[in-house]
């Protein structure tokens, strides 16, 4: 089993920044992604971006697009998901996840999450 675990979350201005981490154990398959996730009260989860094991792709949803930046530190086993220009329909709660598949759309495993909110 994958466990993962999300830090990082907090209350950011608008427009401001702020990086979420996601550590992990267990072995990844190369065949495998790693996504970040988010949820809003009274909202589905709505997938953000994802990174895949194997060649390090990431692919963001359009929404923040530009905006958020998927990266990794594979020797500490860490994902990161690097967040600018934020807004307040950013505010949710971001989860990390891991996808068996290298195509961001089965996610076995998934994090407790961490509150992110963007407020003045």
């Known amino acids: 089993q994958v466990r993962l675990v999300e830090s990082g979350g907090g209350l950011v201005q608008p427009g401001g920044s702020l990086r979420l981490s996601c550590t992990h154990s267990g072995l990844l398959s190369d065949d495998s992604a790693l996504g970040w996730f988010r949820q809003a009260p009274g909202k589905e989860r709505e997938g953000v971006g994802c990174?895949?094991?194997?060649?390090?792709?990431?692919y963001y949803t359009n929404s923040v697009k530009g905006r958020f930046t998927i990266s990794r530190d594979n020797a500490n086993n860490t994902l990161y998901l690097h967040m600018t220009s934020l807004k307040p329909e950013d505010t949710a709660v971001y989860y990390c996840?891991?996808?068996?598949?290298?195509?961001?759309?089965?996610?076995?495993?998934w994090g407790q999450g961490t509150q992110v909110t963007v407020s003045s």
């Open positions: 996840g891991y996808d068996h598949s290298d195509l961001c759309d089965l996610y076995d495993y």
């Open positions: 990174i895949t094991t194997r060649h390090g792709r990431t």
